[in-house]
């Protein structure tokens, strides 16, 4: 089993400050098996990210994501008020695993 | 426009059977390409996949869960089910229905929370 590690566990930011978010893979992850997903208190994961860096649809483009191989990365460009919330990466392989989630959380 | 919701007992006993299901409206699941599966979320925790299945001839689960876990489907019904055997109080958690497309689920149920308690 692939295992995740996502850090930091929480990020704490002023709304307009960069976020980076780290996603660590313990093998080789394909990039088209790495996704990013945004969930708010009480609500439903959505899923922000496939493919490593490709957009789902209707999501703002201060949302990126890059990486390869074990290292991966979710990137808000500058964060809104809306955007605090846990992430979490998820990869497909053999199997199909989440990370543990990195909070995002207002300073 | 595709919904997913999830339905069954939000309480069940010890060493019992957690049986969930999954009903999809707005489309026909046997006209699409599209994977579905099971995933849960203990209270204040992460997310954990259980299963997925393309077709009823092709489902794959978690392993730490395979021996407790059945995933059948229902296409003339526009349903999936969850099956999980003699659960404990570790089985507590919000089970959600998804929709797998690229590799991630991109559709998501609301979630039924399950308590494993007597």
């Known amino acids: 089993e692939i295992v995740l590690t996502q850090s930091p566990g929480t990020l704490s930011l002023s709304p307009g400050e960069r976020a980076t978010l780290s996603c660590r893979a313990s093998q080789s992850v394909s990039s088209s098996y790495l996704a990013w997903y945004q969930q708010k208190p009480g609500q439903t994961p959505r899923l922000l990210i496939y493919g490593a860096s490709s957009r789902a649809t209707g999501i703002p483009d201060r949302f990126s994501g890059t990486g390869s191989g074990t290292d991966f990365s979710l990137t808000i460009s500058k964060v809104e008020p809306e955007d605090f919330a846990v992430y979490y990466c998820?990869?497909?392989?053999?199997?199909?695993?989440f990370g543990g989630g990195t909070k995002v959380e207002i300073k | 426009q595709l919904q997913l919701q999830e339905s069954g007992p939000g309480l069940v006993k010890p060493s019992e059977t957690l049986s969930l299901t999954c009903t999809v409206s707005?489309?026909?699941?046997?006209?699409?390409?599209?994977?579905w599966g099971w995933i849960r979320q203990p209270p204040g925790k992460g997310l954990e996949w259980i299963g997925s299945?393309?077709?009823?001839?092709?489902?794959y689960y978690n392993a730490s869960l395979e021996s407790r876990v059945t995933i059948s489907v229902d296409t003339s019904k526009n349903q999936f089910s969850l099956n999980l055997t003699s659960v404990t109080a570790a089985d507590t958690a919000v089970y959600y229905c998804?929709?797998?497309?690229?590799?991630?689920?991109?559709?998501w149920g609301r979630g039924t929370l399950v308590t494993v308690s007597s």
């Open positions: 998804a929709r797998r497309r690229f590799y991630s689920f991109d559709l």
């Open positions: 998820q990869q497909y392989g053999r199997s199909l695993t």
């Open positions: 707005g489309g026909s699941m046997s006209s699409s390409s599209y994977y």
């Open positions: 299945f393309f077709s009823s001839e092709n489902t």
